[in-house]
């Protein structure tokens, strides 16, 4: 069984920055991939941002609404999943959800389906105004 527990949310102007953490806890050796998502009131779920942790080199992906103000990434530890979200917009208040894909091993994650991944968080939410 995998715990995934983000924090970092609040609320936020536009412009400004947030770095939301996800801690995992239980048996991750299988993990294969790391994603954040988010979902808005009346919107579905929308992946954010997906780290694929293969042994020959990490691979990361970006949905096109945050690529090159957001970073997803991992602390050395490997247990602590960051998403560093740099000129906030009105448009990126939603609740984010960490997520994992345990026990698959291509990297079909990167698409960031919400199929792909079998661990959730709880959310913590984010309020840009």
């Known amino acids: 069984h995998v715990q995934l527990v983000e924090s970092g949310g609040g609320s936020e102007q536009v412009g400004g920055s947030l770095r939301l953490s996800c801690v995992a806890s239980?048996?991750?050796?299988?993990?294969?991939?790391l994603a954040w998502f988010r979902q808005a009131p009346g919107k579905a779920r929308e992946g954010v941002a997906a780290l694929f942790l293969s042994p020959y080199g990490r691979r990361r992906n970006y949905a096109n609404s945050v690529a090159g103000r957001f970073t997803i990434s991992q602390d050395n530890s490997g247990n602590t999943l960051y998403l560093q979200m740099n000129s906030l917009a009105a448009d990126d208040t939603a609740m984010y959800y960490c997520?994992?894909?345990?026990?698959?091993?291509?990297?079909?994650?990167?698409?960031?389906?919400?199929?792909?991944?079998?661990?959730w968080g709880q959310g913590t939410q984010v309020t840009v105004s």
């Open positions: 239980g048996n991750t050796y299988s993990t294969n991939c």
């Open positions: 997520a994992a894909d345990i026990g698959s091993l291509d990297d079909t994650c990167l698409s960031m389906s919400p199929s792909k991944y079998n661990y």
